[in-house]
């Protein structure tokens, strides 16, 4: 239907996963030849050799969102259905409390946890 048409084009991801997150760090310094972030824009996310459009989140139990996106890479495309959820990794370090969000990120039973980096990123033209 055209109603569910222009709910499909007006979903956004929602803000608090907005950034970079880095399955292996954030050092951009030491790069080796593969681009290891996932980069998830209002829109959608980029990766290693694929990109998705956003097309729905459902909000699960305990925090956790079910997201569908539409992706595509090396030539085929497919619908990806994850759980996301931000969880809070705190430290004790000389005295000082550290809290740094990580995007918990299952698919198909498989977690993988990314950090978030304090650096933005965007396409070269």
Not at 72 to 99: C, L
Not at 111 to 117: E, G, P
């Amino acid at each position: 239907s055209f109603a569910a048409l222009a709910s499909a084009y007006a979903a956004e991801t929602p803000r608090k996963y907005v950034g970079v997150w880095g399955a292996f760090g954030c050092a951009i310094d030491k790069l080796d030849g593969e681009f290891p972030f996932l980069v998830v824009s209002s829109k959608g996310t980029a990766g290693h050799e694929s990109a998705c459009d956003f097309k729905s989140a459902t909000a699960g139990s305990g925090g956790a969102d079910e997201i569908v996106l539409g992706c595509a890479g090396e030539g085929e495309t497919w619908e990806a259905r994850q759980t996301w959820k931000i969880v809070q990794k705190k430290t004790s370090v000389m005295g000082w409390n550290i809290v740094e969000s990580q995007l918990k990120v299952t698919r198909d039973g498989e977690a993988t946890i990314y950090r978030k980096c304090a650096f933005e990123a965007g396409r070269a033209r």
